[in-house]
């Protein structure tokens, strides 16, 4: 098993060897996850999930003639598919970006970069074939692609903090978690945000490593950018309260001043050139966050609930995120930490997830599974650990031969555990847990 991950190890070395290996496994996990996707379902007065047939039928369908023959050919092959409608609107702007928020209801008003980016991705091909499929094709292959990036990103930030074993087996795990097999075939910017969460980590993993102020400025600009895709601002918290705590102050505030630029562009273009009302979706119809407005008009019993339970509930969604197992494992791992100040940037990184959570008091399992970067890694080390400590569990004899017996013993237990923690975790991970659990 030593010898095997030795190899695997020297393997990875070569980077087009490795980059080969990542894009061939997350083209396995997309084929798979359209033969065999989980989803939601349907409710007489809630369409949240559509089959193909269904999309067709849809009365809100903008399908023609020619694309509804198209889809009922997929549906022969992927036809246990789900689309999520929600998807549907990204699709929409995308189709007509961003005119679209003209005389429509702009849902996603507050997150234009995910419809842009499909828009981009499916500028040359709707020159040929300009059509929804086209566009939905577009997103599918842009999930894709922000899913390689992540575990490229996500993989080299192991391989430079730990080693490359890690990295190696923290990333078959991410290209295998539950949020890859559920979102990688959806039109929705759940992969943007697995995106979104980890290439902050590697920009500041660089800025530290050789800090100057033109890295500063561009790093922030882009991490503002990020937010135009997803408005959810854990990272900026992350970065800042590790600026406040290293006294870091100047570079703290510059961030934070800089990373908000590109939404007051978006806030100004939408109110100036659109001429529209600008608002946030989450905010307006569904009242998130806004419970911190009325905390001193409300009862105190209203507002003790609400700070009681987010510990219990930010627990729950990250078990539910990952299913379980992993989180276990990470437990447990944790103790293994040995880079400089691990303890603390992985307690800090999960800090202010809780601390979003918190202020925006909804909690979903997607949500849970933001905290990936900090869970994968520890959950290998903690199998180690356990592995580990199977190796070294005493036997009652002693001597010669039959210690030499009970040693290979020992090794099988290691190497069994190993197979099934993995094969438990990616197994689990890749069904139709939507069956079990809501994942949001």
């Given at each position: 098993?030593?010898?095997?991950?030795?190899?695997?190890?020297?393997?990875?070395?070569?980077?087009?060897?490795?980059?080969?290996?990542?894009?061939?496994?997350?083209?396995?996990?997309?084929?798979?996850?359209?033969?065999?996707?989980?989803?939601?379902?349907?409710?007489?007065?809630?369409?949240?999930?559509?089959?193909?047939?269904?999309?067709?039928?849809?009365?809100?369908?903008?399908?023609?003639?020619?694309?509804?023959?198209?889809?009922?050919?997929?549906?022969?092959?992927?036809?246990?598919?789900?689309?999520?409608?929600?998807?549907?609107?990204?699709?929409?702007?995308?189709?007509?970006?961003?005119?679209?928020?003209?005389?429509?209801?702009?849902?996603?008003?507050?997150?234009?970069?995910?419809?842009?980016?499909?828009?981009?991705?499916?500028?040359?091909?709707?020159?040929?074939?300009?059509?929804?499929?086209?566009?939905?094709?577009?997103?599918?292959?842009?999930?894709?692609?922000?899913?390689?990036f992540s575990v490229v990103l996500f993989y080299y930030l192991c391989e430079k903090l730990i080693n490359s074993r890690i990295a190696i087996l923290s990333s078959l795990l991410l290209i295998f978690s539950p949020s890859f097999h559920l979102w990688i075939v959806q039109p929705m910017p759940e992969m943007f945000t697995?995106?979104?969460?980890?290439?902050?980590?590697?920009?500041?993993?660089?800025?530290?490593?050789?800090?100057?102020?033109?890295?500063?400025?561009?790093?922030?600009?882009?991490?503002?950018?990020?937010?135009?895709?997803?408005?959810?601002?854990?990272?900026?918290?992350?970065?800042?309260?590790?600026?406040?705590?290293?006294?870091?102050?100047?570079?703290?505030?510059?961030?934070?001043?800089?990373?908000?630029?590109?939404?007051?562009?978006?806030?100004?273009?939408?109110?100036?050139?659109?001429?529209?009302?600008?608002?946030?979706?989450?905010?307006?119809?569904?009242?998130?966050?806004?419970?911190?407005?009325?905390?001193?008009?409300?009862?105190?019993?209203?507002?003790?609930?609400?700070?009681?339970?987010?510990?219990?509930?930010?627990?729950?969604?990250?078990?539910?995120?990952?299913?379980?197992?992993?989180?276990?494992?990470?437990?447990?791992?944790?103790?293994?930490?040995?880079?400089?100040?691990?303890?603390?940037?992985?307690?800090?990184?999960?800090?202010?997830?809780?601390?979003?959570?918190?202020?925006?008091?909804?909690?979903?399992?997607?949500?849970?599974?933001?905290?990936?970067?900090?869970?994968?890694?520890?959950?290998?080390?903690?199998?180690?650990?356990?592995?580990?400590?199977?190796?070294?569990?005493?036997?009652?004899?002693?001597?010669?031969?039959?210690?030499?017996?009970?040693?290979?013993?020992?090794?099988?237990?290691?190497?069994?555990?190993?197979?099934?923690?993995?094969?438990?975790?990616?197994?689990?991970?890749?069904?139709?847990?939507?069956?079990?659990?809501?994942?949001?």
């Open positions: 098993m030593a010898e095997f991950f030795i190899q695997m190890e020297n393997l990875f070395k070569n980077k087009k060897a490795l980059l080969l290996i990542l894009f061939f496994l997350l083209s396995f996990q997309l084929f798979y996850s359209f033969l065999y996707p989980t989803h939601g379902t349907n409710s007489i007065n809630n369409k949240a999930w559509l089959s193909l047939t269904e999309v067709i039928s849809h009365r809100k369908s903008p399908l023609d003639v020619s694309e509804n023959s198209l889809v009922a050919k997929a549906y022969v092959i992927f036809a246990r598919y789900y689309v999520n409608a929600d998807g549907g609107q990204y699709i929409l702007l995308a189709n007509n970006f961003p005119n679209y928020y003209i005389g429509n209801n702009p849902v996603i008003l507050d997150r234009p970069l995910y419809s842009f980016l499909i828009a981009a991705t499916a500028f040359l091909p709707r020159l040929f074939f300009d059509s929804y499929a086209t566009l939905f094709a577009s997103a599918i292959f842009l999930n894709f692609v922000l899913g390689f697995v995106f979104m969460v980890i290439a902050p980590l590697y920009f500041l993993y660089n800025y530290i490593k050789n800090p100057s102020r033109s890295k500063l400025i561009i790093f922030s600009l882009i991490i503002g950018m990020f937010l135009l895709g997803k408005m959810l601002f854990f990272s900026s918290i992350f970065i800042l309260i590790s600026a406040f705590y290293f006294r870091r102050y100047k570079e703290g505030v510059i961030f934070l001043i800089i990373h908000l630029i590109p939404l007051f562009l978006w806030y100004l273009f939408v109110i100036k050139a659109l001429k529209i009302p600008y608002f946030v979706n989450e905010v307006a119809d569904y009242g998130v966050g806004t419970w911190l407005f009325n905390i001193f008009r409300w009862p105190w019993y209203k507002t003790m609930e609400i700070f009681l339970s987010v510990l219990p509930k930010f627990i729950s969604i990250v078990i539910y995120g990952f299913l379980l197992l992993p989180v276990i494992f990470a437990a447990i791992g944790f103790k293994k930490i040995t880079f400089k100040n691990g303890k603390f940037f992985c307690s800090i990184f999960v800090l202010s997830f809780l601390l979003l959570i918190f202020m925006m008091n909804a909690y979903s399992p997607r949500y849970g599974f933001w905290i990936y970067p900090v869970i994968y890694p520890l959950a290998v080390l903690g199998i180690d650990r356990v592995a580990d400590f199977l190796k070294k569990y005493k036997n009652p004899a002693e001597g010669g031969k039959l210690d030499s017996c009970f040693a290979r013993i020992k090794n099988w237990y290691a190497y069994i555990f190993y197979f099934v923690a993995y094969f438990s975790i990616i197994a689990v991970s890749n069904a139709d847990f939507y069956r079990f659990i809501s994942y949001g």
